[in-house]
């Protein structure tokens, strides 16, 4: 069955210092590769996707996101976190053959301590 | 661009009464439209696709009676959850994917949080 995880269920980090939030994926093909953002009560907001070419993808508020094949991963960064990035971080994966459809992750929650 | 609304943005209902939540693309024309509920701390669920025109294609074990989607336009899809009960309540999100794009970007709503009494 297809799949896509997200090892950690909360990631804590300082302020001012780099994140990462790990996405790792099961899924035929090469399919693309979405992070979305939620904030407490709000739907998700789209930050950044991987279709094809350079492995690494910049998104909005300065995430960017590293696709490595062989590894089926697609791992979230930012160089330096800030306390307003604190929230709930969906990875998404969409096979490039059948539906439309997303095969979300369970979600990372972000915490950034000031 | 990409902006979705939703409405409501919280409704509160008695039992068995039906609600309507509106899903609407504002700057953009949506091939298809999603249903998602999302419970607590939990990711979200997929209950339907609804592409403009045809009948919704409903997840295994989400009734089509009772979330009844219609996707009349490019820019609105509708969920009316029928005949509501407490179990019912929760955080239903729609997203929208554009016209004649091949990279399928969903685009997200912001949220109807329902609760029934």
């Known amino acids: 069955a297809q799949s896509v995880a997200q090892p950690e269920d909360q990631v804590n980090v300082a302020e001012g210092n780099p994140l990462t939030v790990k996405c790792t994926y099961s899924v035929s093909g090469n399919p693309y590769l979405f992070w979305y953002v939620q904030y407490p009560n709000r739907g998700l907001q789209f930050l950044l996707k991987y279709i094809t070419g350079d492995n690494l993808v910049k998104g909005s508020y300065g995430f960017e996101a590293e696709f490595n094949k062989s590894q089926t991963s697609f791992h979230l960064k930012k160089p330096s976190a800030l306390v307003s990035d604190s929230a709930l971080y969906f990875c998404?994966?969409?096979?490039?053959?059948?539906?439309?459809?997303?095969?979300f992750g369970t979600g990372t929650r972000l915490k950034v301590l000031a | 661009g990409a902006v979705v609304s939703q409405h409501p943005s919280r409704v509160i209902c008695k039992s068995g009464t039906s609600v309507k939540i509106e899903c609407r693309s504002l700057d953009f024309q949506a091939t298809t439209m999603f249903w998602y509920r999302q419970f607590p701390k939990q990711s979200l669920m997929l209950m339907a696709t609804?592409?403009?025109?045809?009948?919704?294609?409903?997840e295994q074990g989400v009734e089509k009676d009772k979330f009844l989607i219609n996707h009349a336009s490019l820019t609105l899809s509708t969920l009316t959850v029928t005949s509501a009960h407490p179990e019912d309540s929760s955080f239903y999100i729609c997203?929208?994917?554009?016209?004649?794009?091949?990279?399928?970007?969903?685009?997200f709503g912001p949220g109807t949080r329902l609760t029934v009494l």
């Open positions: 998404a994966v969409r096979p490039t053959s059948g539906t439309y459809k997303y095969i």
């Open positions: 609804s592409n403009e025109g045809s009948k919704a294609t409903y």
């Open positions: 997203s929208a994917s554009r016209l004649a794009a091949s990279t399928d970007t969903q685009y």
